[in-house]
Structures are given as structure tokens and as C-alpha cells.
T-cell receptor, first 116, second 117 residues
């Protein structure tokens, strides 16, 4: 069975603090894909990053960085110097490579509140 | 600009009524999806379609129906058989298959919020 767990339901930080959102996944597929999406108050999910199971290289994009560790089945997301505009719900998701159907398994989501 | 249009944004329904949520995309994507979002439960897949005139049940298909008569359109009907239909519904689409980077990315619409009175 495939599963994604985001243990942090809500996080509240003050602007300019760094914050890490945790994501742990379970899958038996050897090929799989991991995603992070952001859902602002408007409701639309915005794609942030995709990582395939063969690429454990960490990635940095501006204030965002992602740490993928297969050994611990984790794909954590860090926002450096958080801003009020980062306030949103963040979802981690998994797609097994064997199906190729586009069926994503989502975590429960982490609500991030950045206070000024 | 290309994208996904969901309508209506807000919908109220009386118990026992069927309602249909619209999803239209002009991205020329092959595959389309319907997800349901409830507080604290993430998104769960209702139905998906990888090609016109074909669709498959997702994890929570009971009480819902879909059709895929056109590539651009994938409407979702919430029937009276759905016991707890109040939720936020998200439609998504993507190009089928994989790219050089791996699985193609889902593009989402802005969602429809259904409330049963």
C-alpha cells in the first residue's frame, strides 16, 4: 500500500524564521515520484517540485529547498526566511511508477501560518 | 492563457438532489481527475479519465458519476447516494505518460465548494 504522512497539522512562525515541513512516504514501487504542492487561500493547488526516486539530489529554489532521503523515506521541505505570502496549506504527494495513471496519493497537508 | 476552469465556485444543494460540477481545460491534456478535499484529510481521488470515452473509479467513487465525451470536459455529478457530499472538489489534468523528468505534473483548477443544506 502507498501512503504519505505529514505529521504536522499546523505550524505557526514569525516572519523571517526558517520552517521545515515534514513528509514521510511508504511505497513498494522501486520507481516513484514525489511532489510538493502549495494551496493558498484561493484554493488552487500550485505545483512546487517533482522528484523521482532515482534522483536523491537535494534542490534549492530561491528560499525553498527540499531534502530527499530514501533511507528514511522522507522528502522534507524547508522555507528559509519565511514571508507572510508563504502562508498556505502545503501538500506532499506520491505517485507510484508502476501504474503511470497520474493517481497521486496525498498527505493530510500542513497549514503554515506566517505572522508579520 | 491555458488552464482549468471549474464552475460553479460555490454551490448549495438540498438533500436528495443531484448536482453537477463542471471542469473544462484548454491545455490539450489527455488525462483528467477529480479529487475531494476534506479538512485534515488531504485530497482523495474520486474518478479519473486517461482518454475520451473512458474513465476509472478512484478511491472514493461511491455516490459520484462522471462522463468524458470530449477531451476538454470532465463533469462530475454528485448524486443523492453520496452520504456526505459537503466538501471542496478539485479538478486536475495532465499530459499522459512520462516526460524526461519523470511523471508529468498535475495542473489543478480553483475548485468548487459544495455545501449540502
Amino acid at each position: 500500500a502507498q501512503k504519505v504522512t505529514q505529521a504536522q497539522t499546523e505550524i505557526s512562525v514569525v516572519e523571517k524564521e526558517d520552517v521545515t515541513l515534514d513528509c514521510v512516504y511508504e511505497t513498494r514501487d522501486t520507481t516513484y515520484y514525489l511532489f510538493w504542492y502549495k494551496q493558498p487561500p484561493s484554493g488552487e493547488l500550485v505545483f512546487l517540485i517533482r522528484r523521482n526516486s532515482f534522483d536523491e539530489q537535494n534542490e534549492i529554489s530561491g528560499r525553498y529547498s527540499w531534502n530527499f532521503q530514501k533511507s528514511t523515506s522522507s522528502f522534507n521541505f524547508t522555507i528559509t526566511a519565511s514571508q507572510v505570502v508563504d502562508s498556505a496549506v502545503y501538500f506532499c504527494a506520491l505517485e507510484g511508477g508502476s501504474s503511470n495513471t497520474g493517481k497521486l496519493i496525498f498527505g493530510q497537508g500542513t497549514t503554515l501560518q506566517v505572522k508579520p | 492563457d491555458g488552464g482549468i476552469t471549474q464552475s460553479p465556485k460555490y454551490l448549495f444543494r438540498k438533500e436528495g438532489q443531484n448536482v453537477t460540477l463542471s471542469c473544462e481545460q484548454n491545455l490539450n491534456h489527455d488525462a483528467m481527475y477529480w479529487y475531494r478535499q476534506d479538512p485534515g484529510q488531504g485530497l482523495r481521488l474520486i474518478y479519473y479519465s486517461q482518454i475520451v470515452n473512458d474513465f476509472q473509479k478512484g478511491d472514493i467513487a461511491e455516490g459520484y458519476s462522471v462522463s468524458r465525451e470530449k477531451k476538454e470536459s470532465f463533469p462530475l455529478t454528485v448524486t443523492s447516494a453520496q452520504k456526505n457530499p459537503t466538501a471542496f472538489y478539485l479538478c486536475a489534468s495532465r499530459i499522459s505518460g512520462t516526460s524526461s523528468s519523470g511523471a508529468n505534473v498535475l495542473t489543478f483548477g480553483a475548485g468548487s465548494r459544495l455545501t449540502v443544506l
